[in-house]
Structure formats: structure tokens, C-alpha cells
């Protein structure tokens, strides 16, 4: 461009024709060399239809494209292990042309079948311009969503024997205003007609009135165990632990007793016991924490007070594997809590399939099963 610059400028000042056509061939040549168009930088947006769900539950992705001019957009959805797609067939979708001004847009719908805390997968964008062009492609990664554990429905019918001096649905030993019967008793001024008992009364030939049991309200704490190691194994006793106690919360919180929990493993963590179905969203999110692992070793024999109230009824989910568990248990009952175990490991060891090994090995398994 330069020599040809160079020899058009010498033919206007000098008027020699034959610099022009020593500039020519230079021309021609670059009128033949291809163009380089600069390269399109792309632009995702990325929304989710929402930050938190349940398992099961369907969250909605968007992917926006902005940036171009581009000839083909292939928008690629890679769901995580533990999400699967509501239509495996929609996984990837390709756009001719730009989109026009607002860009090609994507959506999928996602279902997370594990609770937990993580990105829910990513999504990868290519773009092509013309034949044989340049192609260039963007990598976003979703947000992390708050997965929460679906409990199972159930009924609230573990109580403490001693209930607390709150109005519930409970039946408590003391004598109420509630609707189960609890005996009969003499008539004295002041009772309602309405309890009068007819046919003790004919039959005594005195008055005497139904008696009905207090109705109470009860505090629930659940306790989870994650002190083992990583592992499959670990990994299921720890999913058995986490639906246990939802189920458990969430029937509790129903009937308007107060719920809350003690995660042991890594730094002790707990949430006192309150009521209201907000309750249930705060236990989910330190449920979450749960699967985390820690270097911290928890003092587990001093659970503080305000997480265990007196008359606290207390479930543990434990594998019953790691001996600090137990240490636990036993300052539980100490402190006079009444306390219900729930074992949650439904794994035992592999059996070797040779003969000789297999008898050792059968005879040791039946050991275990006596220890557990």
C-alpha cells in the first residue's frame, strides 16, 4: 500500500504515465488478499427463574445472546450430575443469523434431584461467521441454587412424656381444656353441664363430670451426625439423615411446637428451637451446611444451652461409626434429655467371594452385625 501510495503521488507530480502502471500490479494485488473481519465478542445474560427450590422442583434457565454480526449461534446447555432436563431432546438449540436486536434466546427447564448447595451446570455459546470464518466461543457457569430436601409427610407421634406449659395439640398428662378423655370426678358447683357424664350419673346415683387431658405443645430438636469421611457410604447415611429430620421438622412445626437442630461435624453448629414455617427455611439452609467438610474438631460433649432447652425431645440421625458421636449421646442423656436414636447406616461390609477369604469374612460380618 505503501509503494503504491508512493508511485500514484510521483505520477501526479511528475505527469509520467508508466509510474501508474508500475502502481497497478500493487493494487490489484490488494484488491485480491481476503479481508479479516475483526472478531464478534459474545455477550451471555443468564437468568434463573429462581435462587431456591425443593428437589424435584423445576427451575427455568434463560440464555440470552448478545454480540455478532454472526451467521450461525449454537446455544449448548451442561447440566450438572445431579440435574437432569425436563427434555433431554432440547439440550443444545441453533440460531441462523443474529437474532435480531434483542439476540437468539434459549430457555431450558432443570430438575435438581439431590439437595445441596452447587451450580446447577453451565452454559456454552458458539458462534460462526460465514464459510469457512472465524468462530469464537463464551463458557458461563450458572449461579449456585439453594437446593432444600423434600420431606416426606408424616405424623408428629414422638412426644416427651413432660410437655411444656404451652397451649399445642398434644395430649399432656395434667388435666385441661382439651378434647381427649382423661377420667371421670365427683361434680362440683361451677362445671359445665355439658360434661356432665349421664350415664356414670344414673348409675352411681351422683353427678360426676368427664375429665380431658390438657392439650400441650412440645419442643423438637434434631440432631444430624456427619463426622464420617468422605464416601459413598457417608454420603447415603447422610441423605437418610437430612430427609429424616425434614420430615420430622416439618410435622412438628405443623402442629405449632417449636423445632430446631444441632449439626454435628466440623465446627458445631445449631439453631434453637422456634416456630413458624419460616423455621422450617432456616433449618433447611444450615441443613445444606451439612455436607461441607471441616478441619475443626467439634467439642460435641458441650452442646450450649439455648440449643437445648430443658424438656427438649431430642432425635439423633447417626451412622453411630465415629466415637465422638457417642460422647455426645451420652451427655445428652446426662443432662436428663429424653433422647431417641435413629440409626441411619443400611450398608455393611463387602464379603470376599473366594472360598477361604469368604468364611473369615462371613464370620467377621456376623460380628459387626453383633456390635451394631
Known amino acids: 500500500a505503501t509503494a503504491a501510495l508512493l508511485a500514484l503521488v510521483a505520477a501526479v507530480l511528475t ?7 508500475l502502481a497497478a500490479p500493487v493494487l490489484g494485488a490488494l484488491a485480491l488478499m481476503p479481508r479479516r473481519r475483526p472478531a464478534a465478542e459474545l455477550a ?6 429462581g435462587s431456591r427450590c425443593f428437589e424435584g422442583e423445576d427451575v427455568t434457565i434463560t440464555a440470552t445472546v448478545r454480540g455478532g454480526p454472526l451467521e450461525e449461534v449454537m446455544i449448548r446447555l451442561e447440566p450438572a450430575p445431579r440435574v ?50 472465524f468462530q469464537t466461543s463464551v463458557r ?32 399432656g398428662r395434667a388435666v385441661g381444656e382439651g378434647v381427649e378423655f382423661a377420667g371421670l ?10 360434661d356432665v357424664n349421664r350415664a356414670v350419673s344414673i348409675r352411681r346415683g351422683q353427678l360426676h363430670v368427664n375429665q380431658r387431658a390438657a392439650a400441650r405443645a412440645a419442643d423438637l430438636v434434631v440432631m444430624i451426625d456427619s463426622l464420617g469421611g468422605p464416601g459413598p457410604v457417608a454420603d447415603r447415611t447422610l441423605d437418610a439423615a437430612v430427609h429424616g429430620a425434614a420430615a420430622l421438622v416439618t410435622a412438628y412445626l405443623r402442629l ?36 461441607y467438610d471441616s478441619f475443626v474438631t467439634p467439642d460435641v460433649g458441650r452442646i450450649p444451652r439455648t440449643a437445648l432447652p430443658p424438656g427438649t425431645l431430642v432425635v439423633v440421625f447417626s451412622p453411630l461409626l465415629d466415637p ?22 443400611r450398608d455393611e461390609p463387602p464379603v470376599s467371594p473366594r472360598a477361604a477369604q469368604g468364611r473369615r469374612d462371613g464370620l467377621a460380618l456376623r460380628l459387626w452385625r453383633l456390635d451394631r
Not at 370426678?185 to 355439658?194: A, N, S
Not at 423445632?259 to 433449618?283: C, S
Request: proline share 7%; glycine share 14%.
Open 15 to 21: 505527469g509520467h504515465v508508466a509510474l501508474v502502471l
Open 44 to 49: 451471555v445474560d443468564v437468568t434463573l427463574s
Open 84 to 133: 437432569t432436563l425436563a427434555d433431554p431432546a432440547q439440550g443444545v438449540r441453533t440460531f441462523l443469523g443474529d437474532g435480531g436486536a434483542a439476540g437468539p434466546t434459549a430457555q431450558w427447564v432443570l430438575r435438581p434431584g439431590r439437595w445441596g448447595r452447587y451450580s446447577p451446570g453451565a452454559v456454552l455459546v458458539s458462534g460462526r461467521a460465514g464459510l469457512g470464518g
Open 140 to 171: 458461563v457457569e450458572l449461579d449456585p441454587l439453594e437446593i432444600f430436601p423434600r420431606a416426606a409427610r408424616m405424623r408428629s407421634r414422638l412426644v416427651p412424656a413432660e410437655l411444656l406449659r404451652r397451649i399445642g395439640e398434644h395430649t
Open 185 to 194: 370426678r365427683p361434680y362440683v358447683p361451677g362445671d359445665q353441664l355439658r
Open 256 to 291: 405449632a411446637d417449636r423445632a430446631g437442630i444441632v449439626v454435628l461435624g466440623g465446627a458445631l453448629r445449631w439453631l434453637g428451637p422456634a416456630h413458624g414455617m419460616r423455621q422450617f427455611y432456616r433449618i433447611a439452609e444450615l441443613m445444606l451446611r451439612a455436607r
Open 324 to 345: 465422638r458421636a457417642f460422647g455426645a449421646l451420652t451427655d445428652l442423656r446426662q443432662r436428663g434429655f429424653p433422647l431417641i436414636v435413629v440409626d441411619t447406616l
